[in-house]
């Protein structure tokens, strides 16, 4: 899985794309009467489903008689992505799935309750970050549990907005509009019935009327279906791609389950009453951090610095010197052209890749390659072409009792030649780099030295995130002071060598098959058929996508459309189709 914030890196080291102290401790305060549940009680996948005959709970109170709260410092992973989405929102990430429904089925207020359920149940969502100005390591978590589960109902309420618009509204207005997210107000739901599906024509209430979803121009009537749009929208510090697909699954299997609205309600108050009342529960439901997750290093003194050395030669090899020429013509806006290809075609791709043994992931890093390459400027083939991508470090922990949203990702690069042989053909050169490709990525990933890697990348993030940080705030605050030029070198002294490129020429965000996350039989009332993720970007950014979902392979581009030079952003991405289609189908 790939990473939506390695778009912000682009064109620039995408060996560093940034993260506090690893493992801080966590703590609650105001917690002396009733000590506090686990996130999860169970696995995520163990949670209570919708349906099933709840336990009775004990005999206990339904408020919490004083405020529960609990911290802990941020990570240097989230340290890494918090610092810059302090003022535009940076990586602020979404997630849009369409869906069609009984109309009946979807109405505002059993939206609410899933939304509250889910809320309950990962308390990051809604836990604020307070940091001391300009100390970048006091950055702490603070969740304030819900007093009842009706308080609980009213946040959710407070941070969803039910509308009636497209797809497009919803993404365009969360990407380029003012900043929806905050630090105090890290999560929120945008869910929205689609105009063709929900009033006469002319009648349609404005986003902000919030109206219902069941009581829009007419009642629905008996297996009336329509079309909704579901936008889940977290800052990147809180999760990552993983942790909102595995949400998203979680929410529908709810909204789409067999449970009353009634017994939703019953759902909510059992699962707040398990975190926040029965006196068993004792840990701190905020998630640990990913450096205190991950397996430490070995604690001889060489091992140290073996894998500071490893990480060294590593950050070495990171050579690239091929950019998509940008071109500033006006202020930043994201635009993300999203072309599915049909179910028999995919299955044709599938089988090709299969034949030639790779995966659409290496095939596409491949495409990528071979379209720069026939469409970049001559006489630039000396130095490689990088693509830089993020790897999911779930499977390098055992899993957790506790919430599944969380961050657990590291970086690397890919690196491929910038010509293409005159002796071979187009098709051979694709399978023999999707070949490297995946050479490369099991190197990655089956390195013993990958776990060191990924804390060093982690420190290394964090400190660059800092400096950054400190700069911003000079700025902002009118006091910064350009650093003087460096000193040129003595004629006398030792021949310096050149500094090697280590340019990016875009992040590419491999998903996979998502139809392995979504339990598409569990929920069968809801058809879900179409996804779009993403997340705010800085200008001048790039991030392509690919994954499978409802049976079908998906490409997506995000980009600042005012940041590149419109006709070869507008090649590269017809290529990389035209690509798809020529060699894969």
């Given amino acids: 899985m790939i990473d939506t914030a390695l778009a912000n890196t682009f064109g620039t080291k995408a060996r560093l794309p940034p993260s506090p102290p690893s493992s801080a401790p966590r703590t609650r305060a105001n917690s002396t009467e009733y000590p506090v549940p686990d ?38 992973t989230e340290l890494s992505y918090f610092l810059p989405s302090r003022a535009e929102g940076v990586n602020d990430m979404y997630l849009c799935i369409d869906f069609t429904a009984p109309a009946a089925l979807v109405t505002d207020e059993r939206v609410r309750m899933v939304w509250a359920i889910i809320r309950t149940r990962h308390p990051l969502l809604g836990a604020e970050v307070r940091m001391q100005e300009g100390e970048y390591d006091s950055a702490s978590f603070r969740y304030s549990a819900a007093r009842t589960a009706g308080e609980e109902l009213e946040r959710a309420s407070e941070n969803l907005r039910i509308s009636v618009q497209t797809k497009d509204e919803v993404i365009l207005d969360y990407l380029n509009g003012p900043r929806l997210l905050s630090k105090e107000r890290p999560a929120y739901l945008l869910f929205a019935r689609d105009p063709a599906t929900s009033c006469a024509e002319g009648s349609l209430p404005t986003p902000d009327a919030s109206p219902r979803l069941d009581v829009l121009a007419h009642a629905p009537v008996q297996d009336e279906t329509a079309e909704f749009h579901f936008c889940l929208c977290t800052t990147h510090y809180l999760g990552d791609g993983m942790a909102l697909h595995k949400t998203a699954n979680e929410f529908f299997a709810l909204l789409g389950g067999d449970s009353s609205e009634p017994e939703l309600s019953e759902l909510l108050e059992h699962e707040w009453t398990d975190r926040y009342i029965l006196p068993q529960r004792e840990q701190n439901p905020i998630p640990q951090p990913l450096e205190a ?27 690239g010197g091929h950019v998509i020429p940008r071109q500033k013509h006006g202020p ?34 491949a495409l990528c390659n071979l379209v720069w390459a026939g469409i970049k400027p001559c006489g630039e083939e000396e130095l490689p072409t990088m693509m830089y991508a993020a790897a999911n470090l779930r499977p390098n922990f055992p899993p957790l009792p506790e919430s599944h949203f969380y961050l657990a990702v590291t970086y690397f690069n890919i690196i491929l030649p910038s010509f293409v042989p005159r002796t071979l053909s187009t098709a051979q050169v694709l399978w023999m780099r999707s ?57 006398d002294g030792p021949a310096q060598q050149p500094k090697v490129p280590s340019q990016a020429l875009l992040g590419l965000s491999m998903l996979g098959n998502l139809d392995a996350v979504y339990a598409h039989a569990s929920y069968p009332r809801l058809a879900l058929h179409g996804l779009t993720t993403g997340s705010r970007q800085r200008g001048g950014a790039m991030l392509l996508f690919a994954y499978t979902f409802a049976g079908r ?21 017809q290529g990389l189709l035209d690509g798809v289609r020529e060699h894969l189908l």
């Fill in 553 to 573: 392979l998906w490409l997506s581009l995000g980009y600042d459309e005012n940041g590149f030079e419109k006709e070869t952003v507008g090649r590269f991405w």
């Fill in 293 to 319: 997750k991950l397996p430490s290093v070995p604690a001889r003194p060489f091992a140290k610095h073996a894998a500071r050395v490893d990480f060294d030669n590593l950050q070495r090899k990171a050579i």
């Fill in 332 to 365: 930043r806006r994201t635009t993300v052209p999203t072309v599915p290809f049909s179910k028999d075609e995919t299955k044709r791709v599938l089988k090709e890749c299969k034949k030639n043994g790779v995966t659409i992931s290496h095939v596409i890093f």
């Fill in 435 to 491: 070949q490297s490709v995946k050479r490369q990525m099991a190197s990655v990933v089956g390195s013993k030295m990958f776990v060191s890697r990924a804390r060093l990348m982690a420190t290394q993030r964090a400190e660059q995130a800092k400096r950054w940080a400190a700069e911003d705030d000079a700025r902002a605050a009118g006091t910064w002071i350009a650093p003087p030029p460096a000193p040129a070198a003595s004629a």
């Fill in 39 to 76: 996130a999860h009680a169970q696995a995520a996948d163990k949670h209570v489903q919708p349906g099933l005959q709840l336990p009775t709970p004990p005999q206990t109170p339904t408020k919490l008689p004083v405020e529960a709260v609990w911290e802990r410092k941020l990570g240097e």
